[in-house]
Nanobody, 117 residues
């Protein structure tokens, strides 16, 4: 059974930081390109960041992030991360992890991030 479990969301003030994690099980994690998506209330789900499964993983980010987020992965721990800095109210959304590879794609259940004073 494939599971992607996000954690690390919560309430943070504008300008603050959060680190999201996505723990994967039931897949050969190193074979999968991993992505973070987010969905704000009333909006479509959008891709936030991508990290490939190459020996030297390549990363890609939504233009709107302006360098505030960093995606990474630890294949030994089957875990992906999203470091989010300088958070803004418009970053408020449910954040989902996604695995794309030999099978799937697979999705996690999401973790809520709320940026508010």
């Amino acid at each position: 059974q494939v599971q992607l479990v996000e954690s690390g969301g919560g309430l943070v003030q504008p300008g603050g930081s959060l680190r999201l994690s996505c723990a994967a099980s039931g897949i050969i994690f190193s074979l999968y390109t991993m992505r973070w998506y987010r969905q704000a209330p009333g909006k479509q789900r959008e891709a936030v960041a991508t990290i490939t499964n190459d020996g030297r993983p390549r990363t890609n980010y939504a233009d709107s992030l302006q360098g505030r987020f960093t995606i990474s992965r630890d294949n030994a721990k089957n875990t992906m991360f999203l470091q989010m800095n300088s958070l803004k109210p418009e970053d408020t959304a449910v954040y989902y992890c996604n695995a794309e590879g030999p099978r799937g794609p697979y999705w996690g259940q999401g973790t809520q991030v709320t940026v508010s004073s």
